[in-house]
């Protein structure tokens, strides 16, 4: 292998290139995290035959500019794909290739850049497709811890300081209460300028929209406890390309590296080795049109095919307590804590399932239906399910949260999203379904004055109702034990 460090319109790259003659195809990996943690990863896929070219984003690490978060990837992207094109070694067929961020950058590639610096396939994994997807649900609710923490480790700076909110929350626990939430750079101790306009962003789907007239194959990776499932399905459903697959896993944003309570030995994939045999089969034609790919079936050690999905089914559950509660933004529902309170007024209303008589396998879309009322204009309701297992234990299984504006009391009918399942429950099992007015600091705290979020200087709290009778679980139940797939096979196929 040979290893050299160029300059692509000046931003910092790194090339290595596998033994031999060449020419070679290209894996193009362009990161705001340092190209230099990448090396091992470049040098996988220089050994299997591609030349690999990872490159510092404009602003980040060794490479100049102004650091502006989605500005300018297309841009340089373009540049840099038509400077590989031009190199001796390169064979002019290239993929893209990367994880959050990187992922939106090999996507414009596909997308957004001119006809000659198209790639030829495209690898995107747990994709953080924009400012307005990854700063908010796609209900408008605020994501605000995963912001604040991508914020405060890489916003505005050169470099990354990865524990920079962790560290500040040691210093200051109510750091992410305090009003108002735009105020956070100051509190950080640091300029974050570009902090307050993301806020403003509302462009979402953009991507997603223009996917339909995608040209390159594509390999979408997600895990069921990402940020971003909902992203990456709707992406590879969307995907009009010759080929879509898709690699759903028991997994968190670092995919693998995270695995989910639900994971078990067979979702332990290597995902750089299917990569490679996915990139040669797509730059040789080798893949079948149309869409497929594999999903994870959670607790069971299973593998799914990607358009597996059972039917809805109604469920109704018994209240246990809270149909009248107050959602108090001073006191609200923790996202990080599922104990619930067992003493004073309640702070949610609360509900469970009878014990399940047999294992269900759920694998599909989930949502809530209910018909509740707020004494407040604008009210946001979080409904959180949870598993309740024989053995006693609690695990998070799904959430959803919206944004209501109606007038204060009046009684209205309304169904959360709480996003894609596919687990297995054992028999015995139940589940614990929490509605309240907050979910707190994975989403930023609804003030109920009608005020935004994000500028709020005060808090109300918000008289609630629910309708006990009214409130119906929708979970979508696979009919009969599932044939299990090759993950391989059908991302190959």
């Known amino acids: 292998m040979t290893a050299f460090s160029t300059a692509v319109e000046e931003l910092a790259t790194d090339v290595l290139l596998p033994a031999g003659h060449g020419p070679f195809p290209t894996v193009l990996v362009r990161t705001p995290y340092d190209r230099t943690r990448h090396e091992a990863e470049a040098r996988g896929w220089a050994r299997r035959g591609f030349a690999a070219v990872v490159q510092d984003v404009r602003g980040r690490f060794a490479s100049p500019g102004e650091w502006h978060p989605y500005a300018h990837e297309a841009a340089d992207g373009t540049a840099a794909v038509r400077w590989i094109r031009q190199q001796p ?17 090999a996507l414009v590639l596909a997308l957004d850049a001119p006809r000659d610096a198209r790639p030829d396939a495209v690898v995107a994994a747990v994709p953080a497709l924009g400012l307005a997807e990854t700063a908010r649900e796609a209900s408008g609710v605020e994501r605000l811890l995963s912001r604040a923490g991508w914020w405060a480790a890489h916003g505005d700076r050169r470099d990354s300081d990865e524990n920079a909110l962790n560290k500040a929350l040691a210093e200051d626990p109510g750091l992410l209460a305090r009003l108002p939430l735009t105020a956070l750079p100051e509190r950080l101790g640091r300029a974050l300028p570009s902090w307050a306009g993301l806020w403003l962003q509302r462009d979402r789907g953009r991507l997603v929209a223009r996917a339909a007239h995608a040209g390159p194959p594509l390999l979408a990776v997600g895990g069921h406890h990402d940020h971003f499932t909902e992203e990456t399905v709707a992406l590879w459903r969307a995907w009009g390309g010759s080929s879509a697959r898709l690699l759903l896993g028991p997994w968190g944003h670092p995919l693998t590296a995270a695995p989910g309570p639900d994971a078990g030995p067979a979702h332990r994939l290597n995902l750089g080795e299917l990569y490679v045999r996915w990139a040669r089969r797509a730059l040789a034609g080798d893949l079948a049109p149309g869409r497929h790919g594999a999903l994870a079936l959670g607790g069971a050690g299973l593998w799914l095919p990607a358009d597996a999905e059972g039917e809805p089914r109604a469920h109704r559950m018994r209240l246990l307590h809270g149909s009248a509660f107050t959602a108090d933004p001073a006191r609200p529902l923790r996202s990080d804590d599922l104990t619930v309170p067992a003493d ?13 008589p047999r294992p269900l396998d759920l694998v599909g879309p989930v949502s809530v239906r209910l018909r509740a009322t707020a004494h407040t204009p604008s009210a946001d309701w979080a409904a959180r399910l949870v598993v309740l297992p024989p053995d006693g234990t609690a695990e998070r299984l ?23 399942l596919a687990r297995r429950l054992r028999a015995g099992t139940r589940l614990r379904l929490e509605i309240a007015g907050h979910h707190f600091p994975a989403h930023a705290r609804n003030p109920h004055t009608g005020d935004d979020p994000m500028t709020a200087a005060r808090l109300l709290a918000s008289r609630r109702e629910v309708h006990p009778d009214s409130v119906v679980l929708n979970l979508p139940v696979l009919p009969s034990r599932p044939a299990p797939t090759d993950p391989a096979e059908e991302i190959l196929r």
């Not at 070694?89 to 950058?105: F, I, K, Q, T």
């Not at 004073?344 to 399940?356: E, I, K, N, Q």
């Not at 919206?402 to 007038?407: D, G, L, M, S």
């Open 89 to 105: 070694w390169s064979d002019g067929r290239l993929v893209p290739a990367g994880a959050s961020y990187a992922a939106h950058c």
């Open 344 to 356: 004073g007024p309640p702070d949610r209303c609360l509900l469970v399932t009878p014990p399940s």
């Open 398 to 420: 799904a959430v959803g949260v919206v944004r209501r504006a109606e007038p204060a009391g009046r009684e209205t009918a309304f169904t959360v999203g709480l996003g894609r």
